[in-house]
Nanobody, 126 residues
Framework: QVQLVESGGGLVQPGGSLNLSCVGSGDTFSRYAMAWFRQAPGNEREIVAAITYTGTRTLYADSVSGRFTISRDNAKSTMYLYMNNLRPEDKATYYC???????????????????WGQGNLVTVSS
């Protein structure tokens, strides 16, 4: 089963940009659909974006569509989240996740996904 390690995150001003990375190891990265989730204090964890095994299809939460971009490089076993025009409400701990299911199912399968990253805090504040 794949293991995931995230990097990136930190503090950024509103309107700024930040990138997250998620590196997989221990299994064939391209076997897994991948996703980014986030959880703000007092809120439930929600899916932000997801990408299929080959990277040919993506989905985004309405709240980030047009501002965030998810991508993957299977040769490097890495997934990325490029976050632009960040808003204070984007502040959360961001988690990457992997699963051998369809990306449309990942939100509802949170309790059963194959692997999770450790989480990275993103703070948007002036």
């Amino acid at each position: 089963q794949v293991q995931l390690v995230e990097s990136g995150g930190g503090l950024v001003q509103p309107g700024g940009s930040l990138n997250l990375s998620c590196v997989g190891s221990g299994d064939t990265f391209s076997r897994y659909a991948m996703a980014w989730f986030r959880q703000a204090p007092g809120n439930e964890r929600e899916i932000v974006a997801a990408i299929t095994y080959t990277g040919t299809r993506t989905l985004y939460a309405d709240s980030v569509s047009g501002r965030f971009t998810i991508s993957r490089d299977n040769a490097k076993s890495t997934m990325y989240l490029y976050m632009n025009n960040l808003r204070p409400e984007d502040k959360a701990t961001y988690y990457c996740a992997a699963d051998r299911s369809a990306i449309a199912n990942m939100q509802n399968r949170q309790g059963n996904l194959d692997a999770w990253g450790q989480g990275n805090l993103v703070t948007v504040s002036s």
